[in-house]
């Protein structure tokens, strides 16, 4: 199992950016999938972004455009630039990768975003 371990978040207002990181306790270089999720007060934990070991991306609609979903393999680091942050963008944000069948979760970072 890999812990990990996110950092970066804080109070921002509408408008500005964060850079959240995700510290894996592992090598990350032969991990595939690896995640950001959110979750607001009261709703589903949801998807935001993903990353590949090649490097391919996706994201979530609602963040298409703003926010950017990096890793760094030497650093066992996965990154999330949050661009131009919305109101809407308020939640605790946690870091995931799939190991085989094992999921792994960070214990989360708060972000909160002042309209």
């Known amino acids: 199992q890999v812990q990990l371990v996110e950092s970066g978040g804080g109070l921002v207002q509408a408008g500005g950016s964060l850079r959240l990181a995700c510290a894996a306790s592992?090598?990350?270089?032969?991990?595939?999938?690896m995640a950001w999720y959110c979750q607001a007060p009261g709703k589903q934990r949801e998807l935001v972004a993903t990353?590949?070991?090649?490097?391919?991306?996706n994201y979530a609609d609602s963040v298409k455009g703003r926010f950017t979903i990096s890793r760094d393999n030497a650093k066992k680091t996965v990154y999330l630039q949050m661009n131009n942050l919305k109101a809407e963008d308020t939640a605790v944000y946690y870091c995931?990768?799939?190991?085989?069948?094992?999921?792994?979760w960070g214990q989360g970072t708060q972000v909160t975003v002042s309209s």
């Open positions: 592992r090598s990350i270089f032969s991990i595939n999938a």
């Open positions: 995931n990768v799939i190991v085989g069948s094992v999921a792994s």
């Open positions: 990353i590949s070991s090649g490097g391919s991306t």
